[in-house]
Structure formats: structure tokens, C-alpha cells
């Protein structure tokens, strides 16, 4: 756990006691706090008493004892309007922040010379490959790697800081409106696509809450430009000297960063003459666990950050070709015969899916869940690679009609899709491909993506299928 400092003897009040909203109490009390909580939900509120915390009803607290309100991200901050909550700490001038920002005052708060480097990772899809495979490559070089946030651990459950630690943190849009300070060492925006618009308001709040991971101006920053968003954002860079590019669609437009080129991830080096020589030095065919362009933007960054934080070349692209994969996303859970069973649940938005069905040239693909804005409208031109969709959940009617002439059928639900699919897929004969990459969120049959990829993974074991060795 991470103490937070700060608040020593203060109220705070904590709504929300999920994973990220209970470590927050835990941190805060370890730093001398005194917390307050609240939740909806009954069952968490009993959670809480029983680890000895307050827990007290905020719509009737006297709001202006607390010195700050910590807000969980699943709470809206400002749209469709704001949490009741929010507007009780606003009428009383009283901050409103997240997890990550307490994190950021805990380290903050340590001595310069003990702070450790923080990278921080957004954006919309790949954010969280981009995280795992950077603390795989940090560890394989022997470094003190801790890897949390919006990914596995919450970031305030991560062990304490010590001398030469690097924190690898995930960070989502609603985390990130919940930050005041939050500067990491380094700082990787994937990419942006349109996701999560009804929570900040539209486009443009979308983009500017992503933006606030660079806000540090010590801050190492690197932006995927392959968009014409995250291309925006990198031109209002462009007079800060520690930023790099990547791009996997074109070689680059400005010296500093990594791009793809012919299968291969290519640095671009400056030698002590100032010229730039082009450095072939990751050869993408060797990366089992990373297929798609997706991915080789995901290794682009990994390697960088690496590189920058003084691993050699060759060590950091080796370390690169041995990351196991992650699980729910691009991850082969088993084989049946000649038919691979690729596990994507996390492919929550159309641009997620289009990711994974650019992977294949051919695929039976499931999808359907709870969809978002535009549906699969963005996938059209994908359609010719799909051999027959199987659709789920609320999306099945609509991604049927969109789908028009594209062989699919209406599974209805996980087990129904996955046994379809297989017999499908197998009738053909050939080496084949069943993708589950639902572009939709899991809200109206799971609780969340893993266990919509779960589900999945039992479904497909349940055929008779051979896990694989390696996701």
C-alpha cells in the first residue's frame, strides 16, 4: 500500500467502494486521514464497517468539514450531469479528485532524490497492452516494477515506494478528469477514437481529458499520431524538447520516435553529426503474443520508453519478443483440430474490433453485447474478412442489420455462439480463425469484460478444445 500524506487528522470523503474507492480509504488512513464513506450499494457499505472504517450517509453530512471529496471514476464529474455528491462538495468548496491524483500527492510528497519514475499509459484502445508489455520489458531488464491503475491493481495497492522503482500505471479519461497534479515521468497517449462520449460532453472533453496526461513539464511525452486526434495533440507538443511520435500507418513527420516499416519497428537514430539514420530494430514476424498493426504501435512505445530508460536496443527488442500476451486481448485461448479460438472481449468499441479483425484475412467472428455510439457502422469495410458473424446480446439485432449480406446468424449467448462458430469454422476444412472481439461493452450479460472473456474460454474448453500454451 501507498500512504497518503497530506490530510493528517482531516475528513475525507470517499463515495464509491469499489476496487479503486476502498484502497483510497485504506491509503488515506494509513497517512493519518480520516475517511468517510459512502456507497450505494449496502453491501459495500457493510464491507467497509467490517474493516473498521466510518461510514456515513454524505447526503446528510456537513460537507464543509471534509477537506476534499475522493470521487470513484465510475461516478460521473461533470456529464451527462453531475454525481449528487459533486455538487454537494462544489457548494462547499471542497476539491473533488480520484485515485491516480492521491497517488500523485504521495509521491510527490517523498524527498527529489527518492521519488520514482512514473509512466503513465492512455488512450483509447491499447492502453493496456501497452502497460503490461512496458512492465514485462522493465522486469526482464531486472528493474523494481510495479504495475496498477486501471489495469490489475489498483494504484494506491501497489507497494510502497523505494529507491529506483518504476510505477507502470494504466489511467483511464474519468481517472484522469480527476486529477489536479498527476505529472508522470513518461507519458504515452496509444491513440483516440470516439469512446465514452456521454461522460465528458462530447469529442472535444474526450480528447482534453486525455490530454491532461501531459501536463508535467519534465514529463517525457509520446503520442500516437496515427489519428488525426492524437496527431492534433502532438503539434501543441512540438516546442517541448522530450517528445517522440509513433506511427505505424507512415514514416514519421518529425525526427524523434519509432514507426513501422516493412514488418519491422524502426527507430529513427540520431547519430553525433545530427543526421538522422533509420534503425531497423524489432522484426515484428517474431512476436507471437503480438500480431496486428495494433500491437506493433504498442511495441513502438514499449521500446522507447525502454530505450529512454537506458536499456540497450537489442536487450529491450528481445525482451519485447517474449511478452506472453495479455489476457482478453488478441489472446488464443486453445485449438480444436485446425480452428484457433482468440479470445478479444476486451475489444469493448468498434475501433478496438477493427484492430483484431485487420488481423486475420479471414475470421468467424462473435460480437454483440451492449453497443455503443455508432455500433459497427466504422467495421464495414472489414466485412469481406468475415466468413459469418455470431451475435450476442442487445447489439445482435442491430449488428445483424448493419451487417446486411454478410453471412451472420443471432446466437443470442456465449456458449450458444462459441459452439456455433467451432462447427462452422471446422466445416470449412482449412486452418481457421473464431474471434471473439465484441465490439460492445458486456454490461448487458457480464459484469465486465473479463468475465464476458471467460465465458468465452469455458465455452470454447467446453468443446473439447487445448488450451493453449502461451495468451
Known sequence: MIPVPGFEGRRIAVFGLGR??????RALKAGGALPVLWDDSVSSRMQAEAEGFTVEDLTGADWS???ALVLSPGAPLTHPKPHWTVGKAKAAGVEVIGDIELFARAIAALPEGERPAVIGITGTNGKSTTTALIGWVLKQAGMMVHVGGNIGIGVLALPAPTPGAVYVIEVSSYQLDLTTSFAPSFAILTNISPDHLDRHGGMEGYIEAKAKIFRGRETSKYVGVDDSWGGAIFERLLDHPMRNEVSVLRPLKHVSGAYLDDGWITYNHVDLAGRIIPQKVID???????PGRHNAQNAAFAFLVAYDLGIAEGDAAKYILTFPGLAHRMEEVARLGRVRFVNDSKSTNADAARQALSSYERSFWIAGGRAKQGGIDDLEELFPRVVE???????????AARLGETPHRISGDMASAVA??????AATGREEVVLLSPAAASFDQYPDFEARGEAFRAAVLNLGATPSGHG
Do not use: M, Q, V
Request: net charge positive; hydrophobic share 60%; charged share 10%.
Open 389 to 399: 458473424a455470431f451475435l450476442i446480446g442487445e447489439a445482435a439485432g442491430p449488428f
Open 420 to 425: 456455433a462458430a467451432a462447427g462452422a469454422a
Open 65 to 67: 468539514g471534509f477537506a
Open 284 to 290: 515484428l514476424s517474431k512476436a507471437r503474443s503480438l
Open 20 to 25: 479503486s474507492g476502498l484502497t483510497a480509504a
